[in-house]
């Protein structure tokens, strides 16, 4: 049986106001052919479980287009436009097949589509016909629309954050579609949305309210009829009619049993909202934390300039407060393109002043002026290693690492999350040796630098990922939307 692989995946954030273009999916990664399945070949991704999961099973996949961004501001449409005709016509180029597996995001947006996951469905759905059944996964910050659901006949959500189970998640929606497609079992899959966004810094799985949501979704598995069920956390920091905490389910043959089942685990879900609520100190008292600690590393996650959520990653509060305070041993990491040609042009072990960071809005901190001296010059290209990404080459862009006084400040070319401790291992610097790190981020960090931090402190920074999203102003949201709206 031959079954198509596929997608387009980006998470936007619509308050930003630069656009995804065209070269940010070259940037990120773009395969397509044979090279779809070889560039993923034994990394933690759903192309890989898809690949595990077809072996086994006996299905011929017809790798065609795999588009990824970093995360950023909404899809320029002639992006969108050029990604999907390309996929579409890749699909019908490879004649007739059985099935279609596709990596999507589920919070994709465009200049013109606030659902750009369900109109990829839509335009697959409309290509492939109706009984040629699609299954798709989803990042576990999708915010699923009813277009989905529509569209797809399987939708299976990552189970964790941080995003540890995506060779997992491939390897069950390749197993149910294969079932579908050997008439073992007659996929209806069903969708249940609460009208609530948890706080970002609520939605690690392995403790707190999502974990027992997590963990109801996987009683339900075991129960009779029921294939999967995925919880999905919404991405809170996209203005979209589709936004908020929503379950999948898929029953066999049992439309009704599956929107039971869903409905029952979102019901538990805003009947315990206030325990998805969550408070963070600000830049000056979470420092003054940090170094009163008596070891380290003290991990300070910039929540407000979240990378993994598509911010700039040059905010510069953290860093003036580090610098007002004269830390020693700190670690920095900005993106600033501008700031690394300087240095590089200066040279290694050169003294240099600049301006770094705060250069691509207004949202997160203004240009901070540091002098220190050229350290090192890296090309930023690095091999993860552990449970999220593992084994997936990422690239920073040419790389600078800088030492003022006391503080090293790492300058990229590109934004780069700091999802793994080889990232600084590659510029020479040992993670478990520094006093304190700075990681922009929310919750995904924690994969790598849990099990080595002394002390991990989230710090409610300005910026377009903060994590009280009452800040913000949503015109397309649903209403009324717990904490937007009380109740």
């Known amino acids: 049986m031959r079954v198509i692989v596929g997608g387009i995946s980006h998470e936007s954030n619509t308050f930003l106001e630069r656009l995804t273009g065209r070269e940010a999916f070259a940037q990120g990664s773009t395969t397509r052919g044979a090279a779809l399945l070889e560039a993923w070949q034994g990394t933690n991704s759903e192309v890989a479980g898809f690949a595990e999961e077809a072996a086994v099973q006996g299905l011929e996949l017809v790798p065609t287009l795999l588009a990824w961004a970093m995360p950023a501001g909404r899809v320029a449409d002639d992006a969108f436009e050029?990604?999907?005709?390309?996929?579409?016509?890749?699909?019908?180029a490879a004649g007739p097949v059985a099935g279609v597996l596709l990596c999507l995001h589920g919070a994709l947006a465009t200049e013109r589509y606030q659902d750009g996951d369900g109109e990829v469905l839509r335009r697959v759905r409309a290509l492939v016909g109706p009984s040629v059944p699609i299954a798709a996964t989803l990042d576990f910050h999708a915010d699923v629309s009813p277009l989905m659901a529509e569209q797809a006949d399987i939708l299976v959500g990552y189970d964790t954050y941080p995003h540890v189970d995506l060779r997992e998640r491939g390897r069950e929606c390749a197993a149910l579609l294969a079932r579908t497609l050997r008439g073992e079992v007659r996929p209806a899959l069903a969708l249940s949305k609460a009208p609530l966004v948890p706080n970002i810094l609520r939605q690690a799985t392995e403790a707190g309210p999502m974990a027992t949501l997590i963990a109801l979704a996987h009683a339900a598995e075991a129960e009779p009829g029921l294939l999967s069920v995925s919880?999905?956390?919404?991405?809170p920091y996209a203005d979209v009619e589709c936004l908020g905490l929503g379950c999948l389910a898929l029953a066999d043959g049992d439309h009704a049993r599956a929107q039971a089942v869903a409905d029952r685990i979102t019901a538990w879900a805003w009947e315990n909202r206030h325990a998805f609520a969550a408070d963070a100190p600000g830049p000056t008292e979470a420092v003054a934390q940090a170094l009163a600690s008596p070891r380290g590393p003290v991990v300070l996650v910039d929540v407000g300039d979240n990378v993994g959520g598509g911010t700039p990653g040059d905010g510069t509060f953290l860093l003036a407060e580090l610098l007002a305070r004269e830390a020693q041993g700190a670690v920095v990491m900005l993106a600033d393109?501008?700031?690394v040609a300087q240095a590089i042009a200066a040279g290694v072990r050169s003294e240099v002043t600049l301006a770094v960071g705060g250069k691509v809005d207004a949202h997160h901190g203004p240009p901070v002026t540091v002098r220190g001296r050229v350290r090192l010059i890296a090309d930023g290209v690095y091999q993860n290693r552990g449970p999220m990404r593992d084994g997936i080459v990422d690239d920073m862009g040419r790389t600078v690492v800088l030492q003022c006084g006391g503080l090293t400040l790492i300058l990229t070319e590109r934004k780069?999350?700091?999802?793994?401790?080889?990232?600084?291992?590659?510029?020479g610097i040992e993670p478990t040796r520094q006093r304190v790190i700075v990681v922009k981020a929310a919750i995904a960090h924690r994969a790598a630098y849990s099990p080595i931090a002394a002390a991990m402190i989230e710090v409610d920074t300005p910026g377009l990922t903060a994590p009280d999203i009452?800040?913000?102003?949503?015109?397309?949201?649903?209403?009324?939307?717990?904490?937007?709206?009380?109740?």
């Open 231 to 235: 919880v999905t956390a919404g991405f």
């Open 82 to 92: 050029a990604l999907v005709g390309e996929l579409l016509e890749r699909i019908a």
């Open 337 to 339: 393109p501008e700031a």
């Open 416 to 427: 780069m999350p700091m999802w793994n401790l080889e990232q600084l291992r590659a510029l």
């Open 470 to 487: 009452r800040r913000y102003h949503y015109h397309h949201a649903p209403r009324p939307l717990w904490p937007l709206d009380p109740g």
